[in-house]
């Protein structure tokens, strides 16, 4: 069964819950640093570690954050809210509880647009509310490092008390076939609404942006159906595998006669599959009640509108001033925004380059050397700086296309700016007329004939004697001076 | 009418991971019912106009600046648990072995 077969037959309803780590330099409710990668146990304090009578108190910048974000997604703010305690057993956190908000979130009613094969879908956002990250637990004893089978855990609390953001979808349906991408397009957005507003560093890979799928099938006209939660989705690419995989795998079920079970999932990198996660059930009764210890939290309306006021240009917007400027087709931004050179090329026009030079570059050359050996662009060692010095010259005309190549090539190298490796190559148009017209002269001798159909009207014949020229010049000559110089020696 | 049955307590014993006998069962309901109901008075008081209270003290938004200040160190922080491996904080096995 092909997935295009699946999708008609059956409509995709996905929902997405994203937990982002704010990027403060403290802790949700304790003073701790919050450094990624210190020593274990090294970033702790009687309150996140829950030693007895410690007592929480909110980070402002937390609060200030979580707002810019609820802003950023069009959401409402609210007048009043409180934490709560969840409560669980399980020793990532040593209070035994988290303290998050339950039904008075921070924010809520928002939404964020995405782009998807130039369609605009609109995510709907049901809430953005605060809570404290996990501390990380080791399994030692059973194969691979997995909970299960493990004799015991050894657990750092440094992560424990960690500001997390929590945004929730509410479901989105209607997207059919394009469910998977319409997850990963919104999870990218969303992405780069955060580093817009600079409240998170939100590296996937690093976890401090960490994205589950919800996923359920549903015959058309039918209700929803059975939805699973995946965890463990760790890339943009993951995401949308991992909602395709659900699809395909509930539709063999589905289509056996089987039912779904509603259940936790775990997506593996490798193999691109699901699998079930703890298959016992344990009825999620988290108890929730509100947190005692810390009092509400009533954002003044006056101070969600000066951070309203503040808030940067979001990345959709940006995107359409560029495209616009830059005089692109939506495919054209695409591939710009794919290559991740929406930033390079713009700072390079910023140094002084037309639209048109620093694009050529940056997805011409440089992207296929990035391609290549599979460094980010703006890991390649060529700066915006640097483009914009290598366009200047090309319209300047002291590099033609072949030799400004050559300069490319050993700026990859690391050879140093583009007025030093031409310097040190000698690499310049020759722009000696005496030295053309010599070699001119010479290719003309050698091929009387094309002369003599130039000399009858055929310009296109010049070709072949610029050709000449280019090979006598060792490519260093400007490929429409000879022709203009060509045409007018056999006018 | 009773405020909580035994049912409920056994209920929330378990979530808390509290063993706990039939008779105790029957002790403790019997007793946080009385609780409960003695609580539950406060509603009877109560008016339309009056919002639940969960926090006594009239306060709102009482934060701290995102300052960092040094907390404990590793060797204090450890000192407190019952074991440690690893510079880690060391816990008995988490799954019981039929999960």
């Not at chain 1, 949700?28 to 450094?35: A, K, L, N, V």
């Not at chain 1, 979808?169 to 919104?186: F, L, R, W």
């Not at chain 1, 000449?468 to 400007?478: F, H, L, S, W």
């Not at chain 2, 006594?56 to 440690?84: C, I, M, Q």
Request: aromatic fraction near 4%; charged fraction near 25%; include cysteine.
């Amino acid at each position: 069964m092909t997935y295009a077969d699946i999708v008609e037959r059956y409509e995709p309803v996905i929902g997405l819950e994203t937990h982002v780590e704010l990027g403060t330099r403290t802790k949700m409710f304790c003073s701790c640093p919050t450094e990624f990668g210190a020593e274990p146990n090294t970033q702790v304090c009687p309150v996140c570690l829950a030693l007895p009578g410690a007592l929480p108190v909110v980070n402002a910048v937390a609060i200030e954050s979580t707002i810019k974000i609820g802003l950023a997604l069009n959401c409402s703010i609210a007048e009043w809210c409180r934490f709560a305690r969840k409560n669980y057993f399980y020793p990532d956190m040593p209070k035994n509880f988290q303290i998050s908000q339950y039904d008075e979130p921070l924010c809520f009613d928002g939404y964020l647009d995405v782009e998807v094969d130039g369609r605009t879908v609109r995510i709907e956002i049901e809430r953005v509310h605060m809570e404290e990250d996990t501390g990380k637990t080791m399994h030692i004893g059973g194969s691979t490092g997995r909970i299960q089978g493990a004799t015991e855990s050894l657990v750092d609390y440094n992560r424990a008390g960690i500001p997390l953001i929590e945004i929730v979808t509410k479901p989105v349906t209607g997207t059919g076939a394009m469910a998977p991408e319409v997850a990963k397009a919104y999870v990218a957005e969303l992405r780069d609404v955060l580093r817009g507003l600079g409240v998170s560093d939100v590296r996937m890979e690093q976890g401090s942006l960490r994205c589950d799928v919800n996923t359920s099938l549903n015959k058309p006209g039918e209700e929803w159906g059975t939805r699973t939660e995946t965890k463990n989705v760790n890339s943009l690419r993951s995401v949308e595998r991992a909602v395709r995989s659900e699809i395909i795998r509930q539709s063999g079920i589905l289509d056996d006669g089987g039912k779904i079970t509603q259940e936790t999932r775990h997506f593996h990198e490798d193999t691109g599959q699901t699998t079930s996660g703890r298959s016992k059930e344990t009825a999620t009764d988290y108890r929730y009640f509100p947190e005692p210890d810390l009092v509400p939290v009533t954002p003044a309306r006056e101070w969600v509108e000066e951070i309203r006021a503040g808030l940067p240009e979001m990345p959709r917007v940006r995107r359409l001033r560029l495209r616009e400027a830059w005089g692109l087709s939506e495919h054209d931004m695409q591939s710009v925004l794919n290559a991740g050179a929406v930033d390079l090329i713009e700072a390079t026009i910023v140094a002084g380059a037309s639209s048109e030079g620093a694009r050529k570059w940056w997805m011409g050359e440089l992207a296929r050397r990035s391609n290549e050996t599979g460094q980010e662009l703006d890991a390649l060692g060529i700066t915006p700086q640097w483009v914009a010095e290598l366009v200047s010259l090309t319209d300047a005309g002291k590099l033609n296309d072949k030799l400004a190549r050559q300069v490319v090539e050993a700026g990859l190298n690391g050879e140093g700016t583009p007025g030093e490796i031409m310097a040190a190559r000698k690499l310049e148009v020759v722009s000696d007329t005496g030295a053309l017209l010599e070699a001119i002269d010479a290719a003309i001798a050698a091929n009387p004939d094309v002369a003599e159909k130039i000399r009858g009207g055929n310009q296109g014949a010049a070709g072949v004697l610029i050709g000449a020229v280019m090979k006598t010049t060792g490519g260093q000559a400007d490929a429409k001076t000879v022709r203009g110089l060509i045409l007018e020696k056999l006018k | 009418m009773t405020a909580i049955s035994r049912e409920e307590v056994a209920h929330l014993a378990r979530l808390a991971r509290l063993a706990v006998t039939d008779e105790e069962l029957d002790m403790f309901a019997g007793q946080l019912d009385v609780i409960l109901q003695s609580v539950a008075r406060v509603g009877e008081v109560a008016a339309e106009d009056i919002p639940p209270t969960s926090h006594s003290v009239p306060l709102t938004n009482v934060f701290r600046p995102d300052e960092p200040r040094p907390g404990l160190t590793r060797a204090a922080a450890l000192a407190g648990a019952p074991d440690s491996a690893e510079d880690r904080f060391r816990v008995p096995r988490i799954l019981d072995e039929e999960e």
